[in-house]
C-alpha cells in the first residue's frame, strides 16, 4: 500500500519583508529532511507541494537531496490559510502577553478558533475539505507500490490529521502549535482509504542535529 509522507515546509522569514522565502535554517532543515526520507528507502516516490514559494523550495530541495526525481506541479489546495488575514480580521481574537514570535503564536491560535467557530462556507469548511481532497485524490492516482511525499504548511497538515482522526474541528488549534518545521506525518493509503500511522515524526532535528528544531 502507499505511504504518503506529509511534510511541514522549513522554516520561513519571520519578521521579514517577504515571510513566504526560506530562511538559510529552513533550507539546511529541508536538505535534512530530504536525507531523512531517502533513509526510508520510499518506493520510486511522487514529490508535490503546495504553491507557495517556502512549500515550493522545501520540495526542491527535500528531492535534490534524497536523489527523488523533480516535484510535479503545485497543488494550491495544499497552500496554507492566509495568517496575515486572519489576525487582521480577529485582532482581539487573544489576550497575548508574550513578545515576538510567541506573541504572533497566541494571537494566531486565537484567530484561528475564531475563523473555524465562525463556519463560514467559504472559510474554514472550505480549507480544511480542499486539503483533505488533495492527500484523497493524491492517494487515488498512486499506483500500488508507489510512495509520495507532500510538503505543505501546518494548517493543511493539521487539518488532515484531524479529519482522519474524527476529531473536533478545534483540535486543529492544538495539532497546528505542536507543528514542527519539517515534522513529517505518516498517512497509509488502504482500500479503505487513509489511515493515519504518525503525527508531526521530528526525530531528524534532534540529538545531534538539534539545532534544526524550529517550530515558527
Not at 526520507?37 to 535534490?64: C, H, I, K, W
Request: net charge negative; aromatic share 4%.
Amino acid at each position: 500500500m502507499p505511504l504518503i509522507c506529509l511534510v511541514r515546509h522549513g522554516q520561513a522569514s519571520f519578521g521579514a519583508d517577504d515571510y513566504d522565502v526560506l530562511s538559510d535554517l529552513g533550507r539546511e532543515q529541508s536538505r535534512c529532511v530530504g536525507e531523512e526520507l531517502r533513509r526510508r528507502e520510499l518506493r520510486n516516490p511522487l514529490v508535490v507541494s503546495g504553491s507557495l514559494l517556502r512549500q515550493r523550495d522545501t520540495a526542491a530541495l527535500l528531492a535534490d537531496a534524497a536523489g527523488f526525481a523533480t516535484p510535479g506541479p503545485p497543488d494550491a489546495r495544499l497552500d496554507e490559510y492566509d495568517h496575515v488575514g486572519l489576525l487582521e480580521r480577529y485582532p482581539g481574537a487573544a489576550d497575548a502577553e508574550e513578545s515576538g514570535s510567541r506573541q504572533v503564536q497566541q494571537l494566531l491560535d486565537g484567530a484561528l478558533r475564531s475563523w473555524i467557530a465562525a463556519g463560514d462556507a467559504d472559510g474554514w469548511p472550505a480549507f480544511s475539505s480542499g486539503a483533505v481532497a488533495a492527500v484523497q485524490d493524491l492517494a487515488a492516482d498512486l499506483d500500488k507500490g508507489r510512495d509520495a511525499v507532500v510538503v505543505s504548511s501546518g494548517g493543511v497538515i493539521a487539518a488532515v490529521v484531524a479529519s482522519l482522526l474524527g476529531a473536533p474541528a478545534d483540535a486543529v488549534v492544538a495539532l497546528n502549535r505542536a507543528a514542527v518545521n519539517v515534522g513529517v506525518t505518516s498517512v497509509l493509503a488502504g482500500s479503505t482509504g487513509l489511515t493515519l500511522l504518525a503525527f508531526n515524526d521530528h526525530a531528524h532535528v534532534t540529538g545531534p542535529r538539534r539545532h534544526l528544531l524550529s517550530y515558527r
